[in-house]
């Protein structure tokens, strides 16, 4: 089975503070997603990588940076936290070629306050 | 910008089959038909997808009605595990980009 993880289920920061989240993937995935999920607007992209060293923007980058050193794991980073990325931030892989499925981690509750 | 139009809520006794429509009345000729489900405090777990032709797999089958236009999730024999949030979503196949969950149906599952 494919396992995503993400580095925490719940975590409270500070406005200003600097947030990273850690997801990894251990079934040597090519593309990594992050997302935030809102009620009432679904999934958003923020960032994707198709790669190591890759990224690319989402829908909604603003905010918002990534890492991607190695290939099982992709950092999200809040330069700055403010109020309004309180969310719950999702992780997700697939395999690059002809991939209809992505496989999602457990989600990271972040509140900022 | 939903695309995708779901009952808010329906209940379905164990053992018995689940049922769940879909209405994507503009959907595209190269918009799949995906759906996810969401258990309460977890990321979103693929179920299945189709293009034009019912599908199955382990978990479940997808029924997709001629001119595509709405189509229905089956779980031929419910269980309490299945109790969760299921989206019905369109989109064209690997545009990770574009994941309009809309509001889904909230499947009980009851004993």
């Known amino acids: 089975d494919v396992k995503v993880t993400q580095s925490s289920r719940y975590l409270v920061k500070r406005t200003g503070e600097k947030v990273f989240l850690e997801c990894v993937q251990d079934m040597d995935h090519e593309n990594m997603f992050w997302y935030r999920q809102d009620p009432g607007l679904g999934l958003r992209l923020i960032y994707f990588?198709?790669?190591?060293?890759?990224?690319e923007k989402g829908d909604i980058p603003e905010g918002y940076s990534v890492s991607r050193e190695k290939k099982e794991r992709f950092s999200l980073i809040l330069e700055s936290a403010s109020t309004n990325q309180t969310s719950m931030y999702l992780c997700?892989?697939?395999?690059?070629?002809?991939?209809?499925?992505?496989?999602f981690g457990p989600g990271t509750r972040l509140t900022v306050t | 910008d939903a695309k995708t139009t779901q009952p808010p809520s329906m209940d379905c006794a164990e053992g018995r089959a689940a049922n769940l429509p879909c209405n994507h009345s503009t959907i595209s000729g190269n918009e799949y038909v995906y759906w996810y489900r969401q258990i309460h405090s977890q990321g979103p777990q693929y179920i299945i997808h189709?293009?034009?032709n019912n599908e199955t797999n382990e978990m479940a089958s997808l029924i997709i009605t001629e001119d595509r236009k709405s189509s229905t999730l089956i779980l031929p024999h419910a269980t309490l595990r299945d109790t969760a949030v299921y989206y019905c979503i369109v989109r064209p196949h690997r545009n990770f980009n574009k994941f309009y969950f809309g509001s889904g149906t909230k499947l009980n599952v009851k004993p």
């Open positions: 990588s198709y790669d190591v060293k890759m990224k």
């Open positions: 189709g293009l034009k």
């Open positions: 997700a892989s697939t395999t690059r070629a002809g991939s209809y499925e992505q496989y």
